[in-house]
């Protein structure tokens, strides 16, 4: 089993549809939990980042993290067309250097929102 | 707004060939990080350097893969000999100290024929 689990989809939704991305992983000691984006031929870049289980929202973007049953979400509001990319979860655990993190991603999940 | 710049964006190599990447990290950021990136999967971690210092390279194939950040700003990741599998994208990334947020760069896309 990978540390962590993320569906690749692919994953197609209408203009305006609220969409869901989901992540599980097994390492208790992940501390911190990111969403980034990633369109094609680009780099993945930081959408959000949480510490604590609740939710987080930022626009039309909430992300919510359940530790005790080691799950994440990415919800998507009124998605646009702009919104197509591949998603990746990542989480971070703190590295054998002063003050730095070694992060795990998913396999990222392709989101197509049709106009 | 700073970026993390990576060269060259493209590269095509023959197997049994050596190449080289370069990465410029956003400056004041001490810890570097090179992934791999199959298409399709997500970024695996091949090195990380906090500032000069390899943290962790546990995942690098050391016997044809090298790393090195020499004055703790820019790095150069290099294979030799390059072989079919290694065909991926390989990202650096950078991020300051006790934080846990990435800044990637856009990626140095490698053929091997």
């Known amino acids: 089993q990978k540390e962590v689990e993320q569906d690749p989809g692919p994953l197609s939704v209408p203009e305006g549809a609220i969409v869901s991305l989901n992540c599980t992983y097994s390492n208790s000691a992940f501390q911190y939990f990111m969403w980034y984006r990633q369109y094609s031929r680009k780099g993945p870049e930081l959408l959000m980042y949480?510490?604590?289980?609740g939710n987080k929202e930022d626009g039309r973007f909430t992300a919510q993290v359940d530790k005790s049953s080691k799950y994440i979400s990415l919800f998507i509001r009124d998605s646009q067309p702009s919104d197509s990319a591949t998603y990746l979860c990542?989480?971070?655990?703190?590295?054998?250097?002063?003050?730095?993190?070694?992060?795990?991603f998913g396999k990222g999940t392709k989101l197509s929102v049709i106009p | 707004e700073a970026e993390v710049a990576q060269s060259p964006r493209y590269k095509i190599t023959e197997k049994s060939q050596a190449v080289a990447f370069w990465c410029d990290p956003i400056?004041?950021?001490?810890?570097l990080y090179w992934y791999r990136q199959i298409l399709g999967q997500g970024p695996e971690l091949l090195v990380q350097?906090?500032?000069?210092?390899?943290?962790?390279d546990s995942q690098l194939p050391k016997d044809r893969f090298s790393a090195e950040r020499l004055k703790g700003v820019d790095s150069t990741l290099k294979i030799q000999p390059a072989e079919l599998g290694d065909s991926a994208m390989y990202l650096c990334?950078?991020?300051?100290?006790?934080?846990?947020?990435?800044?990637f760069g856009n990626g140095t896309r490698l053929t091997v024929t």
């Open positions: 990542a989480m971070s655990q703190p590295s054998s250097g002063a003050g730095s993190y070694q992060l795990t």
């Open positions: 350097f906090q500032d000069e210092s390899v943290v962790d």
């Open positions: 949480t510490y604590s289980s």
């Open positions: 400056s004041g950021h001490a810890t």
């Open positions: 990334a950078s991020s300051p100290r006790r934080s846990e947020g990435l800044h």
